[in-house]
């Protein structure tokens, strides 16, 4: 499967974006998906993640009750909705499809190419 993240850009602290990752050549329902996030000189670490059929999330503990991640299987799309933007979230983002929804990235076989987000203070 093919994934392309998009939605990121430049926002105010306190501010919110929407990414999306829309799949090509295969379904989303097939896979549990997964966003994470990356800076540089760090490792790219786990955000939030879905199950196939949306029944299950998990978050990292540093985006609960900010971060709300959902999805379109009839429109191949997984969203994750990002709200009171902090500067430390500034990262590349990138979404995941892969065996399951925990925060290991050895779970995920497939990565979108990723999108900046910039949380100005």
């Known amino acids: 499967v093919q994934l392309q993240a998009s939605g990121g850009g430049l926002v105010q602290t306190g501010g919110s974006l929407r990414l999306s990752c829309a799949a090509s050549?295969?379904?989303?329902?097939?896979?549990?998906m997964g966003w994470f996030r990356q800076v540089p000189g760090k490792e790219r670490e786990f955000a939030a993640a879905?199950?196939?059929?949306?029944?299950?999330?998990n978050y990292a503990d540093f985006v609960k009750g900010r971060f709300t991640i959902s999805r379109d299987n009839a429109k191949n799309t997984v969203y994750l909705q990002m709200n009171s933007l902090k500067p430390e979230d500034t990262a590349v983002y990138y979404c995941?499809?892969?065996?399951?929804?925990?925060?290991?990235?050895?779970?995920?076989?497939?990565w979108g190419q990723g999108t900046q987000v910039t949380v100005s203070s």
């Open positions: 995941a499809a892969g065996r399951s929804w925990g925060p290991s990235r050895d779970e995920y076989d497939y």
């Open positions: 879905i199950s196939w059929n949306g029944s299950s999330t």
């Open positions: 050549t295969r379904p989303t329902r097939l896979y549990n």
